[in-house]
């Protein structure tokens, strides 16, 4: 190997380095395999259970016990509740709408209009400057807020990323509400479980896209701690000097 090649290699290494870093961030920060399949299962069998029998109790009430169970287990491996929690509420939700209005699509209404609150977040905070993805992905980076002042090009990647999310989720929306008004339950309820996990797919993937090519995240907490070490040595070296002059 010549000494043109390693400094290649290592911006290679480091650059692995980086992609596998963002991969790990966005898994932990969207849940991984599991957490899809927690937002798939209650409304898949609550699709099923309605084309079978078209009984909305029985549907909405397996829907939510699935999704008890599934916190159940979160719970029972000590692995991270915050995805189950967020499924089970947002099926007691669409429980309560179906329940109310006795139209079994209103079990779908809460998630479709959350889908929508969270495509206008996505957009609205990339346009004032605070991309939303950045105020999700900034602790798990362990940078924080630095990104927005301090790192440029990582501001503009959560920018892109946070422009990609919301007009995915604004396709989807276009999908799905027409089909609220105009199609029947059945209907309805397998598309949008056709669209829970390919637009979050393409909405990660182009996310780890532009940040495998932004800049490195400024880690502030290592930051803080470096400073609280100097600040401690310093003060360690003031006390050895005042012992020093007092044994003089």
Known sequence: MTSLDKPTQDAQQDAHDARAVTEAALFEAFG???????????????????????????????????????????????DTVKHAFSGVFGVAFGVVFAMMTGNAKDFYLPGMLYTLGLALAYIVTTLCGVPLIGLILGPVFKENLSWRTRNPGRKKAYAKASWAWGLILLAKCAILFPLYWWADTTQLGWVLVALKIPPFLLAVYLTWVFLAKAPAPIDVFAEMEAAEKAEQAEQAEKEREAAARSAE
């Open 32 to 78: 991984g395999v599991r957490g899809m399949v927690e937002t798939v299962v209650p409304g898949l069998l609550f699709v099923t259970i309605y084309t079978i029998n078209k009984d909305l109790h029985m549907s909405a009430i397996a829907a939510l016990a699935v999704s008890l169970v599934l916190v159940v287990v979160r719970l029972v491996t000590k």
